[in-house]
């Protein structure tokens, strides 16, 4: 770079045999030249002690104006954690790059929750900027959660925006800003906390930079955001500037040069593959002449083993780098986190016992305390059955044995649980991911898929056949209902609707393959302390977070099994030492059109390249780990590589299928307990003839695991609860409030409740509200629910102890009279699964509500029952004269209000459209035609949504 920056001779002219030609020929490089070449092509390679991921975001400039005074605000709202890692994306790379331009427009970054804005943001929104025509700097990256619902960390920014105070303040009237919104078009309102942000922003005074952008979870985001990021910062710097905002400017340049690049692609594809890259001290991955992953996807695209894979231009590839957490390893006599551990501080993921002080935090929204995703409660597992009913105990049973026959465990297991940071608590550790392991491997033969590839004809008639064939599909239909217990001192609440979160750690045969694979290629022992750092941005960190060991870090702090996203992959290629492997891995991760090739990628002779990534990643679910295994030159990658690439693993949730006013059955020590019902995730992926590694059976890393702590009591065996002494049945919860899907508080109100599948769990814990608070009405428990409260109790008083005169007790009475004379509306409930002796969740409770008056209707929808025709819960609405009138009665006369769950991917909108379409033939048809009736029914529906009546809790 020296020489070439004075004019001198690039190459040595033969220092070496096999130069490039170019180098041969010793050409001069102008400076300026050279320096756009590398602005294009250069990627930074992994250091040799730390590994940095490359920079692909250039400072905006100012064409009038050196610096902004202000630094860029990067805010982000964020309820699974995607908005908030693409802030910090944002930011990190930024502020990485300041560091070579430190004359860019922006002179800092601030990145922080949308709930930070006024102790981080506010006092610098509102002065002026010294030019007039200036403006601070702001991007807003938001998701949408639920059903329109903000985030948690960014509700009080939405609802301040809202409030009628606010609009005079004109709080953004010196601010630039862009919005990117998350959401889902599974759901019936898609990104509306975005739209809100980019409308109100701009009605408080704001000047819109471009115009917001919503990016699909269901279609993939990166189509939206790698565009989004690419292009936003020079827009906000032209705004902040000055200039105007342009869309079309930025759009324009963007074509110009991505056309530049496409007319050089294939000299920059030769020069990424030809130039020798830094090494780093580790010894270099032998690869063979072509990978596993190299030679599937020339399968892919029809090409010969000798053809060379398609060359990628730098316009193509994802413009976002990763800077999603750092790592620093501790040195063996450095103690003082030691100390800290000791002194009081405790391990977020170690069993505990009920204890609740370790885990509080105290919230400005709330008076009391409660648990969050960074600072979960330790729930133990208190009981588990199977609603699938043809599901047995018996592989349950045996998985239990397996574990009670492991006595050597036992003493390792209360290392584990006892035991600070220790080699000893590794070693139990691993040793328990070996359990699980062995335990998943038992439910995978007990519970097959398929039959085994060498199982041919044995003679057996098609009936026969037929029905073992019908047994594979079941065994992939488990559906397990948990119960999960609660600390007794209410500092988790819940209602019915709510979910809960639960974090869960990877797989234990991802983390072994990456723990062996640290220790094989750069010497690092699982038992290694090292520091971690979630932040590289400008927020306020924990300097003094305590060491955990390298085991603990992968297990727990990265994501191994999740389908590894483009930007990903392509990151990874630039720790890959084979130049083949390299190629194949941006080439995976460009963005192509799925239509051809498109944007300069180069075309084979073969398939299009538009599908790749469909076809390879993600219809085969292939993880970082798949990647590692089938390209294994990147496997050279660092510890402090995989946290710059790999988020944190996100939480799942689930409905709560309980009432906190139902029962005060007392569990094993645990008065307080939640249920919640899940389906174990368990498939093949699809068939390909050019995939060797297709068709395998993938499991979902938490439902799994789940699966496997909750054997002793799928077992249905008392004696098996001392397997719990080995691996201890607890997991990591926390509460998920929702602000729509809630009860009526008027119990007269009509009910129409609508649950396919594990869609029908939410509405348990509906229909155990109802029936608690029917009971205390009609029994002597009123005085109690009147001293207190609604909640689930916990404060048993004597008649005695309530100190009352005459006239209230009066009151009381007059009041429990009332209560009594109340009329519950009437409930009807929609169910569907796929057969009626396997997955009819929940049979016979629900027969129990309709003996008790409860439910009044209940419709129910078997969609693969043997010479029957398909049915859903839509089917019978439409196809079913009495349902559908009085569907329609329900909703039109008695005012029901209308709760959908379950999976969104088509049946959210397909009860949707089938509600819609009774309501126009049976509310609207008598009066006009099909269009006009139609139209008069959308907009029945739509005023329900906005009134709450119509409410939705659907998932991808």
Known sequence: LAAACTGEKIGGGGEQEGEGEGEKEGTKADASSLAKDLEETLVVSPESTAAKAPIEIEPSRQPTQSQSPTPLFVLYGSATGNAEHMAKDLAASYQTALQSSPSAYFPSVTCCPLNDYKKKCLDVWSAPPASPAAKHGVLFLCSTTGNADAPENADRFVRWLKRKSTEPTRPFRHCAYAVLGLGDSNYDVF????????????????????????????????????????????????????????????????????????????????????????????????????????????KHLGLAPQDPLPAVPHSCLPAMTSHLSSCEFVRDDDDDHDDDIANGATRSDRPRENSVEDHLTETSGSSGCHFTLTRPYESRILNARYLTKGTGAECARNVCEMMMMSTTTTEKTKHWNDAACSDEEEEATAERDRLLLRAMEMYDRHFPLAAPSNNDADGSNDNDERQQRLQYVKNGKRVIEMTLALPDDFTLEYEPGDSVGLLVPNAPHATRFVLDMLRAHHGILPTQKIVLDGSTTTTTTDSRSRPITVGEAVRNKMDLCSPVKKKRLFLLSQYATDPEERRALRLLSANVNANGNGSGVEETSGRSVGDLFQTYVEEQHRSIVDILKEFPSCQSIPLEGLFGILPAIPPRYYSVCSSPLSGKEVIDGYSFHLKVAFSVVDYLTPSSPNDPNSHRRMGGVATRYLECLCSPFLCNDSAAATTTAIIPPTIQIFPKPTHDFRLPTDLSTPLVLIGPGTGIAPFLGFLSHRRAQISSLESKQAAEVASEGTWRGGYELDPEELNISNSEARGLNLAVDYMRKQRHGEIDLFFGCRYRDHDWLYEKEVEEFRTMGIVSRSYNAFSREEGQEKMYVQTIMLKDEACGSRLVDMITKQMASVYICGDGNAMGRDVQEAITRLLAEKKFGKQSDEREATEKAVEYVDQMKRSGRFVLDIWS
Not at 249 to 256: G, L, M, N
Request: glycine share 10%; with cysteine.
């Open 191 to 298: 990104c509306a906390v975005g739209k809100l942000i980019d409308r109100k922003v701009g009605e408080l005074g704001g000047t819109r930079a471009r115009s917001v952008a919503c990016a699909d979870e269901a279609t993939g985001l990166e189509e939206v955001v790698e565009p989004w990021v690419t292009g936003v910062l020079d827009d906000l710097a032209r705004v902040c500037g000055g200039l105007g905002a342009t869309d079309s400017a930025s759009t324009t340049s963007a074509s110009a040069s991505a056309a530049a690049e496409e007319d050089s692609s294939a000299a920059e594809e030769k020069k990424m593959d030809d130039e020798p890259r830094p090494t780093s001290t580790q010894t270099p991955i032998p690869t063979t002449p072509s990978s596993e992953g190299v030679a599937t996807l020339r």
